[in-house]
């Protein structure tokens, strides 16, 4: 007989399941009115009642037949589905085809999110969240694979009856797999992968559903013939090394249902960071550096608390239509200077000068937590260091992670720079008291969603 596996090492017996609230800011609103359950309903960031500025957080299924995307501009989902409350009073609209807008409540959000979380740790012994909407969870030790399709069946009714909420659910022998599973069947859906079956289940889907795969690596890899999984994971390993460095190899190997991944439980974050968007796009250098001067004063605040020192300082840039553009520079060592990272971060803005910009985000990475001294930083006068520039125009998949929406279609808000498919996502503590920071008027925080 085999030896028992620890909960959280990987195995072949592994069983993984990936939970995904389906549509979660909407469905948060839509249980606190059931009326709106089945309406067209559009969550806006930024966004106030009856106004027009703002952007699209999260669009119900409903909404997205009117072509209502996340990350639109309220203003352009106006057009495309009237607020209701205006098509009454507006004989050119058309009450039937005009829908409901609320502004995000992120406090209440967070508070359904808590009573899901405790569902999830009473059914598994090993609980990852990746955010506010969506974990792994281990339960080999809980079921099998003859009665796992029945447990996540009551898990999925169990989350809907206490909490009012759906989830999607897929079950798969690794995390990778697990998700696109979760993805599959969207919404209220599940969906079982058995050991055997993941490399016929990944065959045919399109190249973008692999895990790490997002819309600027889908067109590089379709300009190599590369368009379903299959291909992918057919493809010469050595090419997409040269072509995406070991990134290439990475999502080749979740193309071919490996994954060595476990679940584990998050211990300290990688990197921290915050990020917001204007209202519209903006070329005032006095507006982008009031917003970087914003973030990177809550970033090395949480850096603080957290009792982390950091080595590298970083910004994110979105310039239109999506093009995200991070640069970084590497300090001798371990500091925490929160000057340091407004500095830093307002001299790498200075690229950015004269270009409009969406969005703008500041990063601390490389984290040390250990006591210890601070790294002299004599002769370091914030323009000098290790840089580190990446673009929309490189393929790396690096960069692509930051801008991509999740798959439910809800703008992932507060992290850039690090792939959660390498097994850590940014800034995810749960931490509620960060969520809201103080930014200049006219701009919106997109942090911790």
Same mark, same amino acid.
């Given at each position: ?6 909960? +959280? ?36 960031? +930024?966004?106030?009642? +009856?106004a ?5 957080? &999260?669009a ?23 607020? !209701?409350?205006d ?15 609320? $502004? ?15 569902? /999830?740790h009473?059914e598994a012994? =090993? @609980? ?27 898990? !999925? ?11 999607s ?14 993805d599959?069947?969207?919404?209220? +859906?599940?969906?079982?992968?058995? $050991? ?19 819309? @600027? ?14 291909? /992918? ?6 090419? /997409?090394?040269?072509?995406?460095g070991?990134? #290439? ?18 211990g ?13 796009? &903006?070329?005032?250098?006095?507006? !982008? ?5 914003? /973030?990177?004063?809550? @970033? ?17 840039? =979105? ?14 060592? $371990? ?8 500095? =830093? ?18 990063? @601390? ?6 006591? *210890? ?8 006068? *914030? ?11 490189v ?18 808000? #507060? ?19 960060? &969520?809201?920071?103080?930014?200049? $008027?006219?701009q ?6």
């Open positions: 007989m085999d030896a028992a596996r620890l909960p +959280g090492t990987s195995g072949p017996e592994q069983i993984v399941a990936h939970v995904d609230m389906d549509c979660f800011y909407a469905a948060c609103e839509q249980r606190r009115e059931p009326a709106l359950r089945g309406e067209p309903l559009v969550v806006g960031m +930024g966004y106030e009642n +009856g027009t500025h703002g952007a699209v957080a &999260t119900s299924y409903e909404a997205r037949a009117y072509g209502v995307e996340s990350a639109m501009a309220i203003s352009e989902a106006l057009e495309r589905l009237p607020r !209701k409350v098509a009454v009073d507006d004989p050119a609209l058309d009450v039937e085809d005009a829908g409901f807008y609320r $502004p995000v409540e992120m406090d209440f959000y967070e508070s359904v999110a808590a009573d899901v979380r405790d569902i /999830l009473a012994d =090993v @609980v990852r969240e990746v955010s506010i909407d969506e974990a792994y969870l281990d339960v080999t030790e809980q079921v099998s694979w003859e009665t796992v399709e029945s447990w996540a069946q009551d898990l !999925k009714d169990t989350i809907e009856s206490e909490v009012g909420v759906a989830a659910v897929g079950v798969a022998p690794t995390m990778s797999a697990a998700k696109v599973a979760s599959r069947d969207k919404p209220d +859906g599940l969906i079982v992968v058995e $050991p055997g079956a993941v490399r016929e289940f990944f065959d045919d889907l399109p190249v973008e559903d692999v895990h790490g795969v997002g819309p @600027v690596t889908a067109r590089e890899l379709a300009s190599l013939d590369i368009e379903t999984a299959g291909d /992918l994971a057919a493809a010469d390993p050595e090419l /997409l090394a040269e072509r995406f070991e990134r #290439g190899r990475e999502i080749r190997r979740y193309a071919r249902g490996e994954d060595e991944r476990s679940v584990t439980p998050k300290d974050p990688k990197s921290l960071s915050r990020e917001s968007a204007f209202t519209e796009a &903006t070329a005032e250098m006095e507006a !982008k550096c009031r917003q970087v001067r914003t /973030l990177a004063d809550a @970033v090395a605040d949480r850096a603080q608390r957290k009792g982390a020192r950091y080595q590298t300082i970083g910004i994110k840039v =979105v310039t239109p239509p999506f093009d995200v553009n991070t640069r970084a520079r590497s300090l001798p060592g $371990p500091v925490e200077e929160p000057d340091l990272v407004r500095r =830093v971060a307002l001299d790498l803005l200075g690229e950015f000068d004269d270009d409009p910009v969406r969005k703008v985000g500041v990063r @601390v990475s490389n984290l040390d937590f250990s006591a *210890g001294e601070q790294a002299n930083l004599d002769g370091f006068g *914030g323009g000098s260091g290790t840089e580190e520039t990446t673009d929309s125009s393929a790396d998949n690096s960069s692509e992670t930051a801008k991509e929406q999740d798959e439910e279609g809800q703008v992932g808000l #507060g992290t850039f720079g690090e792939s959660e498919a390498a097994g850590d996502t940014m800034d995810e503590d749960g931490g509620l008291a960060d &969520t809201h920071i103080s930014l200049p $008027p006219g919106t925080t997109l942090a911790d969603f």
